[in-house]
C-alpha cells in the first residue's frame, strides 16, 4: 500500500497579522512563525495508522510552498511517514488551489499511489478545494470530511464515513485508489519521535522546482485582502472586571434572562 | 451578449433549503452586474414536485433530473450527472450551496468545465466594473477580495456560498401558470463509491436544542480542566447547557454531543454566551439563530464580537468567577 499525504506550512495562529503595502498578501517579517495545517496532521496520523495495520505501508508527504515549508515535511517524517517531497515555490501572495492540485497530480502521474489523503482545509486560506481537484484531474473517486475510515483485508477498497450537516455522518464504501480530505476529530495526531526527528533531520527530500511544470490557466485572481470592517452590532462593555460583570447582569435581567 | 447562471439546488427530499433562495439572491445581485438569465438545477430521487416549488418561486426555468440513489446526498453521482449535463448547457456562473455536499463537487466541477473555483463567498460588489467577491480568510481575521477577470471567456465561474451571507430571496407567488421544468429521470451506474446509510449525529437528543441558555467554551479555556468555569457559567441560568467548539471537542476536553456549529448542533437559545471562542466559519453558522449573545474573549480582534450583542474582553477564567459571584450577591434583593 502506497499512501500519499499533502500537507501545508501555514502561519502560526495567533501570529500577528499585517498586510504588505501591495495589499495583496500579507507582510511576513522575522518574527513570522509558521505550523503544519492542523487539519493535515490528521490526515498524516490516519495514514502512520493504516501503516500500523498494513506493515508494508509507504507513506509520501508532499508539499508546495518556499524553502522553510520543508519544516512541515520534516515534521510529517518525525510522525512516522517514509518519503518526502517539495515542491518549491518561492512565489510570494496568494496561489489559488487549482495550481497546487494541478502540480501535485503532475508528480502523482508519475507514481503508484493507492490513497491521497489531504486535510479537509487549509487554516489560512479556507479553500476546501485542493483534495477534490487533485481527485478530479486523477479522475479518482473522492470523499471529503471523512471522520473514520476502515480498509477491506481484500485493499481494494474501503469504508468511510464523512460528516454532514448536523453532525450526522453519511457511510460509503469506495474503491481505491482514491481521494479523502480528513477532517479533525478522526484520531488524536501524535507528536514526532525524538529518534524519527533525529533521522527526519539527515532525509534528503526529494525537491521538484515549481518553475518545472505546467500551471493551470483558469483561475482566480486575488484583488485586494484587507481587514474585516469592524461592524461591531453590539455594546463593548468598559471599566473593571467588576462593574463589567454588574452591568452584563443588569442587562441579561432586564431581559430576564437571568 | 446574455450571460448565464445556473444555481444548484438544495433540500432535503421533502422541502427545498433556504440556501437555494440565498443563492436566487446571489444570483439577483450578478444580474443587476450583467444582463444574465437565471436557471435552476435540482438532482434527487422525486425532484418534480420540489422543481416546481421552485420554479413558482423564483419565475425561473428548472431543470429536474430524477437519479436513484440520491435521497442523500451522493458526490459521484452529483458529479456524473452535474458534468455531462453542465457541459451540455454551459452557464457562465454555477452557484453552489458552501455546505458540505456543494464544498464536495464545486471544486471538481470548476476542473472538469475548465473554470475556475471561489468557495464561501460571502459578499459581491462591482469595482471598475470587475466583479468581486468576497471571502474570508484567516480565522475571519482577513477578508479578501477575489475575481474572475483572468478568466477564458467561456470559462465558467463556480462559485460556492457560504450560508447566511444574503437574505433569501423569492417571489411571493403562487400561479401554477409560472411553472417552467424540464423533468427528467436518469440512470446512474456508479460502482466506485456505494451508499451504506447513515451515522445519526452524537447530538441528537441532547438538550441543547431545547436549552433556553446555551453556554460554551472554546480553545481560550487552553486546559481541560477549565472547562468547570463554563459548568460554573451554567449552573446560575436555569434551563441551560453546556456546549462547546469544535477544536475543543477534537481534543476530547468536551463531548461532540455539545458541539454547537454547522458540523455540530445548530442551536437557537434565548441567550448564547461564548467564552474563549474565537468564531470560525461553521461556529457562526451555528449560532446565528440565537437571540442574544454575549462574547467573553481576551483577544478583542476575534470575530465573534462581531455577531455579539454583548462583548467582553476579559480572560475568561479570571471573568466567570466574578460574574458568579456577583450574580450570588446580588440574588437575595431581587
Redesign the interface.
Given at each position: 500500500m502506497k499512501i500519499l499525504v499533502c500537507i501545508k506550512q501555514v502561519?502560526e495562529?495567533g501570529s500577528p497579522?499585517k498586510?504588505d503595502p501591495s495589499g495583496k498578501w500579507?507582510q511576513y517579517s522575522q518574527s513570522t512563525r509558521f505550523e503544519i495545517n492542523k487539519y493535515d496532521e490528521y490526515a498524516i496520523e490516519e495514514a502512520i495508522q493504516i501503516k500500523e495495520n498494513f506493515k508494508d505501508t509507504q507513506i509520501d508527504v508532499i508539499t508546495v510552498g518556499p524553502s522553510h515549508a520543508s519544516d512541515v515535511l520534516r515534521r510529517a517524517l518525525g510522525m512516522g511517514a517514509d518519503e518526502a517531497i517539495h515542491i518549491l515555490d518561492e512565489a510570494k501572495g496568494?496561489r489559488?488551489?487549482?495550481i497546487t492540485?494541478e502540480w501535485i497530480t503532475a508528480f502523482v502521474k508519475k507514481e503508484t499511489y493507492d490513497l491521497i489523503f489531504t486535510g479537509i482545509m487549509s487554516?489560512?486560506?479556507?479553500?476546501?478545494?485542493?483534495g477534490?481537484?487533485i481527485?478530479?484531474?486523477l479522475d479518482w473517486?473522492?470523499?471529503?470530511?471523512v471522520i473514520k475510515e476502515e480498509i477491506s483485508n481484500d485493499r481494494k477498497k474501503m469504508?468511510i464515513?464523512?460528516?454532514?450537516?448536523?453532525?450526522?455522518?453519511?457511510?460509503?464504501?469506495?474503491?481505491l485508489p482514491?481521494v479523502l480530505t480528513i477532517?479533525?476529530?478522526i484520531n488524536?495526531p501524535r507528536y514526532p519521535s525524538l529518534s524519527k526527528v533525529l533521522r527526519a533531520k539527515k532525509k534528503t527530500l526529494q525537491i521538484i522546482p515549481a518553475k518545472t511544470l505546467k500551471t493551470a490557466?483558469?483561475?482566480?485572481?486575488?484583488?485586494?485582502?484587507?481587514?474585516?470592517e469592524?461592524?461591531?452590532?453590539?455594546?463593548?462593555?468598559k471599566g473593571s472586571?467588576?462593574d463589567?460583570?454588574?452591568a452584563?447582569?443588569n442587562?441579561?435581567?432586564s431581559?430576564t434572562?437571568? | 451578449m446574455t450571460k448565464k447562471i445556473t444555481i444548484i439546488a438544495d433540500h432535503d427530499g421533502k422541502n427545498i433549503k433556504p440556501i437555494t433562495w440565498e443563492l436566487f439572491a446571489f444570483a439577483k445581485k450578478i444580474q443587476a452586474h450583467e444582463k444574465a438569465d437565471i436557471y435552476f438545477f435540482i438532482i434527487g430521487e422525486n425532484t418534480k414536485e420540489l422543481a416546481q416549488d421552485i420554479s413558482i418561486h423564483s419565475g425561473c426555468k428548472t431543470y429536474a433530473m430524477d437519479v436513484l440513489g440520491t435521497n442523500?446526498?451522493h458526490?459521484?453521482i452529483y458529479?456524473k450527472i452535474l458534468i455531462p449535463f453542465l457541459t451540455k448547457n454551459p452557464a457562465d456562473y454555477i452557484l453552489v450551496p458552501h455546505?458540505?455536499?456543494g464544498?464536495?463537487?464545486?471544486?471538481?466541477l470548476?476542473?472538469?468545465l475548465?473554470?475556475?473555483?471561489?468557495?464561501?463567498v460571502e459578499g459581491i460588489h462591482n469595482?471598475d466594473n470587475?466583479l468581486?467577491?468576497v471571502?474570508?480568510?484567516?480565522?475571519?481575521?482577513?477578508?479578501?477580495?477575489?475575481?474572475?477577470?483572468?478568466?477564458?471567456a467561456s470559462?465558467p465561474q463556480v462559485l460556492t456560498l457560504q450560508a447566511g451571507s444574503f437574505k433569501p430571496f423569492k417571489l411571493d407567488q403562487n400561479d401554477i401558470k409560472n411553472i417552467n421544468i424540464i423533468h427528467e429521470a436518469f440512470d446512474c451506474l456508479e460502482?466506485?463509491?456505494?451508499?451504506?446509510?447513515?451515522?445519526?449525529?452524537?447530538?441528537?437528543g441532547s438538550n441543547l436544542a431545547k436549552a433556553e441558555?446555551i453556554v460554551s467554551g472554546g480553545r481560550g479555556i487552553e486546559e481541560e480542566e477549565n472547562y468547570k468555569y463554563i459548568e460554573m457559567l451554567a449552573d446560575?441560568?436555569p434551563r441551560s447547557a453546556t456546549g462547546a467548539s469544535?477544536?475543543i471537542?477534537?481534543y476530547?476536553w468536551a463531548k461532540?454531543s455539545q458541539?454547537v456549529g454547522?458540523?455540530?448542533?445548530?442551536i437557537s437559545p434565548?441567550?448564547y454566551i461564548a467564552c474563549g471562542i474565537s468564531g470560525a466559519?461553521q461556529h457562526l453558522e451555528g449560532i446565528r439563530d440565537s437571540q442574544?449573545?454575549?462574547?467573553i474573549n481576551s483577544d478583542p480582534d476575534a470575530?465573534i464580537?462581531?455577531?455579539?450583542?454583548?462583548?467582553?474582553?476579559?480572560d475568561l477564567t479570571?471573568?466567570i468567577p466574578?460574574?458568579v459571584?456577583?450574580?450570588k450577591k446580588?440574588r437575595p434583593t431581587?
Open positions: 502561519m495562529s497579522i498586510i500579507l496568494y489559488p488551489p487549482a492540485a487554516d489560512d486560506e479556507m479553500n476546501a478545494q485542493t477534490v481537484m481527485s478530479q484531474i473517486p473522492c470523499a471529503t470530511a469504508r464515513e464523512r460528516e454532514i450537516e448536523g453532525g450526522a455522518k453519511d457511510i460509503f464504501d469506495i474503491t482514491c477532517q479533525t476529530g488524536t490557466e483558469q483561475i482566480p485572481s486575488l484583488e485586494t485582502i484587507q481587514f474585516p469592524k461592524t461591531t452590532r453590539g455594546i463593548v462593555l472586571s467588576q463589567k460583570a454588574k452584563l447582569l442587562i441579561l435581567a431581559k434572562l437571568v | 442523500n446526498y458526490g459521484q458529479k455546505t458540505t455536499s464544498m464536495d463537487y464545486a471544486p471538481a470548476s476542473i472538469a475548465k473554470g475556475s473555483c471561489i468557495t464561501a469595482k470587475v468581486h467577491f471571502r474570508a480568510m484567516f480565522g475571519r481575521k482577513i477578508q479578501a477580495d477575489l475575481s474572475n477577470k483572468n478568466l477564458g470559462s460502482k466506485e463509491m456505494i451508499y451504506k446509510g447513515c451515522q445519526p449525529s452524537p447530538s441528537k441558555v446560575i441560568f469544535r477544536p471537542c477534537d476530547g461532540y458541539q454547522a458540523t455540530g448542533t445548530i434565548k441567550l466559519t442574544f449573545i454575549v462574547a470575530p464580537f462581531q455577531v455579539a450583542d454583548i462583548c467582553i474582553i476579559e479570571d471573568f466574578i460574574i459571584e456577583t450574580a446580588k431581587n
